[in-house]
């Protein structure tokens, strides 16, 4: 068949009829499958286990320093799960602070703390200024965006590229606006776009020059071992390094956790920063606990040993993950390989696939798939506020379903694409004769 946008008017309303048609056999199959967050089946988790039995008695609690975990202190974490996690940072031990079990409520109580307190470099308390503003490169992740937005915080959408944000954009932005006090970045297997930042984009970011003192980049590498090729991963230089090469060294604060390594909700998060800025934000964290759960730190170093040891453990992952990925791709290149309705990413690593629709036809793709038993991800979540411009980014999350589900749930994405593809295209041509 010729591309969807070359077909004349009265070729689309046959396709649209056909395609009608076929839509509402399947939809009265009555399905039910979930493609919208990125989570690990349970064959993911059965692998983490071993972690339930890393600590069989009370003389197993004791960190490599004499420290009992079973009690209270040690508010930056026990010196091997700093190691741990300083493996997954790409810094040194010393730079880490492990907390609790989600790095996103982390970088939320880390907002939280300069907008109530500023930081050691800023004029006054972010809820003090006038306007406070933030980069959010775009389709990003979702919950980065509550967050600002929980915060009142005004969010600049920043294009992504296939080398990182665009960051001709960024620096111009930053250099030109002291509301401008921070940015979001995943710099590897991005959420949702799979891009991994190139060297130059890192040592951009690194170098940037922003009017505000107090500028503070997040950087979110939440997929830093999630390769779905283990042997060939995408490499992310060292932002740290390229900070300290700069002259920049306080200028971001870096996270990551275990939340999709062992168990999601169960497992371990890490900021590093310099030790300037680590101490800053731990004498904060000092209010609100004083020490986190030790218990389960010690468990997950036990369990990994080291980095090489997590490393390994991901290849199993890579091991359930990649076939799902590859059967939804397969499907999708089936369904609507040049028809001219959509391209999406085929990522290296990571939890989705992003796919763009023609411009207008996600919100009505996301809802025809909804209403025949296959939820995603809400069209527009990916953009700061909900509102993709365009109306055309789907996040595609294959990690929870089985290979046969996932396949199921995108031959139907593919048939909704190309049913709101029509559509559109057809009431393009009405409107076009019409007038």
Known sequence: ???????????LKEESGRLKKEYKAIAAKGMKLDLSRGKPDHTQLEISNGLLNALTDTAAIFA???TDCGNYGMLEGIPEARRLMAGMLDVNPDEVFVGGNSSLNMMHDCLGIAYLHGLPSSPAPWCKLPRVKWL???????RHFMVTEHYGIEMIMVPMTPTGPDMDLVEELVAADSAIKGMWCIPKY?????????PETVRRLAALRPAAPDFLIFW?????VHDLHPDEPDELISLTDCLREAGNPNMALLFTST??????GSGIAAMAASKENLSYFLRHFSFQTISYDKLNQLRHARFFGDIGGMRRHMRSHAGFLAPKF?????TLQKQLGGLGVAEWNTPRGGYFISLNTLEGCAKRTVELCKAAGVTLTPAGATFPYGADPLDRNIRIAPTYATPEDARTAAELLGLCIKLASAEKLLGRCVRSRAS
């Not at 068949?1 to 070729?11: C, V």
């Not at 979110?220 to 830093?224: R, T």
């Not at 939340?259 to 999601?264: A, E, G, L, M, N």
């Not at 590859?326 to 397969?330: A, E, I, K, R």
């Open 1 to 11: 068949m010729s591309q969807y946008p070359e077909l004349t008017a009265a070729q």
């Open 64 to 66: 490599e320093d004499g």
């Open 136 to 142: 959010c490169p775009a389709p990003g992740y979702d």
């Open 190 to 198: 991005s959420n949702p776009t799979g891009v991994t930042y190139s």
């Open 220 to 224: 979110d590498n939440a997929y830093a």
């Open 259 to 264: 939340s999709k390594v062992t168990f999601p």
């Open 326 to 330: 590859q059967v939804v791709l397969d």
